[in-house]
């Protein structure tokens, strides 16, 4: 898993603002599918969740954990997953929301 540059920059600012971070991807329907950055530990996570990184940002001190709902990772696990920001609207619960942009996921086929 990794990060775009234009996604680091943005999780520098927000972590300047909001503290430690975390991302869930959730798989639901709307804006579930799409990572939903939130203060770390605001999003409470369970078994029915998979931590699948912990992004280094430089910069910042702590690691970016991310979560996914382990039915949404069976559908990912084949793939390397990137963050990625984008001009737009996502969700009003992610700390993105105000600044017009949105994270998202990008993909590569691994070798199995």
Sequence with gaps: MELTP?????????????????????????????????????????????????????????????????SQYAVWSHTRLIVDVVEGRGSGFSLEAPEGVRFLIRSRLVGT
């Design 6 to 70: 234009a996604a680091a920059e943005l999780l520098r600012r927000l972590r300047q603002v909001h503290g430690p971070l975390m991302f869930h991807q959730s798989g639901g329907c709307c804006d579930g599918s799409a990572p939903m950055c939130y203060p770390d530990g605001e999003f409470r996570t369970g078994d029915s969740d998979v931590l699948l990184a912990s992004l280094a940002v430089d910069g910042v001190a702590e690691p970016v954990r991310f979560w996914m709902s382990k």
